[in-house]
């Protein structure tokens, strides 16, 4: 089968602002050591091709950015280049790393803009604009040469706008945002908690910017900040629309932040911005679509260290070494990041975009196609394609050390789908999919409780489980799955009779579990099984399903999107209709009616005035279908398929547009359950 022509592409200004923003570290980094934090080293990874680039900018060695790092003797010239505020916990590190080296020259990178560090340091907003230059910067650098024991040495803070890296053309994920998660009722509370009684929020549509931890502003602000940068890059005007109470919040921010009113002056390029809080859907989130292989290898293979939006492929394979568990360390993993390859890049386009079935086929014809144009003996046959053949094709490769390095990347990919397809999880996968089909059908048919009913037989501790059974985990993303799409049930005996059944069943696979996953363990708040007690166990199920009793209720003040089930009828069966896919079909609806829970956000006065004349004149409210530019926000993640949604579906409404899928983070069914039952969302870890 042929490659597809072309994908929808995003503006190339998307990629060119990635590129620019680390072309300014690149400029920097000849004959130095760098120190990198993961979230900055993601967005590198994704953008240039990681350390490499580095190097070939002239970098003498590329460390982690810890405190347990230092220079060498003969190395005078550090590069510190960080996602965070330089404040607390960053401060420190790079102290304790320069008071460990011999440095004489020290350039520091960061992410966060120097009007956020401002906020961060409770200098007035306005102080910028002011005259008070880098102000922050400029004391930081000080602080270097005082550190470095001379004040004659040089040093250099700039900010870099760093947060973005390009998983496909289209998708972007922002690594240093990867916690940042919508907030709960449970959330609610604790800002209440904090306000006099008659000043308390009735809900959580209520809340607003000034109510919000220091930490959450400083995050949102920061975040802001850097689209600001973006639209900048740009040159983009744009109207800002929310679905959700956090999405609200932060577009509301960023249509009243002073730089981006001064950039909206001048900018001759138009575009709608629409954020969405995650927590509106969050059965798109863990459910499993049987048909998008990027998805899969995403979800199955181990994440790369530190790494949210990658994965390591086992290369191993490709070497003389013996295919065994001691020996597969030894080898550097591949991974599906090529951004230095155009082929293997357009492989893996083609795996998010093509149903599974098709994407295999591609794999095999561009693993043929390599292999003759090095003359490699290959049989060509058709009909399915399998894993063992493709294997087959990859081993041609073996010991052919100049086909081996011109095919790098394509190969890294190629070995992806065949460890997916070989691997466990993916027969466990489909077990999902046709569950997840059947609680569906369910939901329709009988009330809460009932569905909850046919999870008891699934729940088993785990001297009674084989490999193919649920665990304490997949259970946990079945009842995100089954509250998420039921929406705000009817309480009362039967429901709490069904739920306490269920409980108890998780409680006893919990304590049975011989040793916690990570996610149990920050779950229970035990490292190990034998600190787990029944008491500790209760505690954190009930703390789940308040957690999964608040997920039912997101939707409750939504007038359109109040639902994310369709019920079927007597000739469709029952299904699950994706938040997203919603916004999008109401945004292109042709009657153009008025769009009841996208809310947009006024930049002041005149956008105040168009919205009250337009009740009783004739004066056109700003629409997101506006634009020939979309770009849908997800706040709190998004999968690979949900973002494949909006640019199919962009495409078919309006031909010509470009869309543009921006995330916090990428989902898989399993990272979900980390941001919803242990997040601290109200105070995110900001490292101050």
């Keep these: 089968m042929s490659a597809p022509s072309a994908f929808p592409a995003a503006p190339a200004g998307m990629l060119a602002f990635c590129q620019q923003a680390w072309g300014q570290v690149l400029a920097k980094v000849k004959r130095a050591v760098v120190f990198m934090d993961s979230a900055c080293a993601e967005s590198l990874h994704w953008a240039c091709g990681g350390a490499e ?54 350039v520091v990178f960061t992410a966060v803009s120097h009007t956020v560090h401002l906020q961060a340091h409770s200098a007035p907003s306005s102080a910028e604009m002011e005259g008070f230059s880098q102000v922050v910067f400029e004391q930081f650098e000080e602080k270097l040469c005082q550190w470095m024991g001379n004040m004659n040495y040089t040093a250099e803070v700039q900010h870099a706008p760093l947060f973005l890296a390009p998983v496909s053309s289209y998708l972007f994920v922002a690594p240093a945002f990867s916690s940042f998660f919508p907030l709960m009722a449970d959330d609610l509370i604790q800002i ?87 927590t509106l859907d969050l059965t798109g989130a863990v459910c499993h679509h049987g048909e998008n292989l990027a998805e899969k290898i995403l979800s199955v293979l181990p994440k790369l260290p530190s790494h949210t939006s990658d994965v390591m492929v086992n290369m191993i394979e490709l070497t003389s070494l013996q295919v065994d568990d001691a020996s597969s360390n030894i080898i550097a993993p591949g991974c599906l990041a090529q951004p230095n390859d155009p082929a293997a890049k357009a492989l893996w386009e083609s795996l998010m975009n093509l149903k599974q079935k098709e994407a295999v086929m591609e794999v095999r014809r561009h693993l043929v196609e390599a292999a003759s144009r090095e003359n490699l003996p290959i ?61 569906v059908q369910s939901i329709g048919d009988s ?112 007038k359109q999107f109040n639902s994310v089930h369709n019920p079927g009828s007597h000739t469709e069966q029952a299904s699950y209709k994706p938040l997203l896919k919603r916004v999008v079909e109401e945004i292109y609806n042709p009657d153009r009616p008025d769009l009841v829970d996208i809310e947009h956000m006024s930049s002041g006065l005149t956008d105040l005035l168009k919205t009250g004349f337009s009740m009783f004149m004739k004066v056109s409210r700003p629409h997101p279908s506006d634009h020939s530019l979309v770009i849908i926000v997800m706040i709190g993640g998004v999968t690979v398929s949900e973002a494949k949604i909006v640019k199919d579906l962009v495409v078919t409404y309006k031909p010509g547009t470009q869309v543009i899928v921006l995330s916090t983070t990428l989902l898989t069914p399993y990272n979900i359950l980390e941001l919803l039952f242990a997040t601290d969302h109200l105070h995110p870890d900001i490292g101050v």
């Design 379 to 439: 049989k060509m046959s058709m009909g399915r394609v399998t894993p063992e053949q493709l294997n087959s094709y990859i081993q041609l490769f073996k010991k052919k050390f100049e086909a081996l390095e011109n095919h790098c990347g394509l190969l890294q990919i190629a070995l992806a789908v065949v460890q997916t397809l070989k691997h466990p999880e993916v027969t466990k996968w489909d077990n999902f999919l046709a569950f997840e089909r059947l609680l």
């Design 447 to 558: 009330a809460l409780p009932n569905v909850l009913n046919q999870l008891l037989p699934i729940i088993k501790p785990r001297n009674n489980r084989t490999d193919n059974d649920y665990t304490p985990e997949d259970v946990l993303v079945l009842l995100v799955y089954i509250y998420s799409i039921a929406g705000n049930a009817k309480t009362g005996k039967e429901l709490e009779e069904s739920e306490k059944a269920v409980k108890e069943a998780l409680v006893q696979a919990i304590c049975n579990e011989p040793k916690l996953s990570l996610l149990l363990q920050k779950i229970t708040g035990c490292e190990s099984s034998l600190d787990l007690t029944f008491q500790k166990a209760m505690g954190a199920v009930n703390k789940i399903f308040k957690t999964l009793q608040d997920v039912a209720k997101t939707r409750t003040n939504m």
């Design 53 to 106: 680039r580095l190097f070939q900018a002239g970098a003498v060695n590329v460390k982690e950015f810890s405190s347990f790092e230092s220079g060498g003797v003969e190395q005078p010239k550090a590069v510190f280049v960080v996602s965070t505020l330089l404040k607390g916990r960053t401060v420190d590190i790079i102290h304790d790393i320069v008071s460990l080296s011999n440095f004489q020259y020290c």
């Design 192 to 278: 209440n908690s904090a306000r006099p009684d008659k000043k308390k929020f009735a809900s959580l549509n209520d809340v607003d910017f000034s109510s919000l931890s220091s930490e959450l502003q400083l995050e949102i602000r920061s975040l802001v900040s850097d689209f600001n940068s973006l639209f900048e890059s740009l040159s983009i005007r744009e109207e800002c629309f929310a679905v959700g109470t956090l999405s609200k919040i932060i577009a509301g921010d960023l249509a009243n932040f002073s730089q981006a009113k001064t950039r909206r002056k001048t900018a001759p390029n138009r575009a709608s911005v629409i954020f969405v809080d995650r």
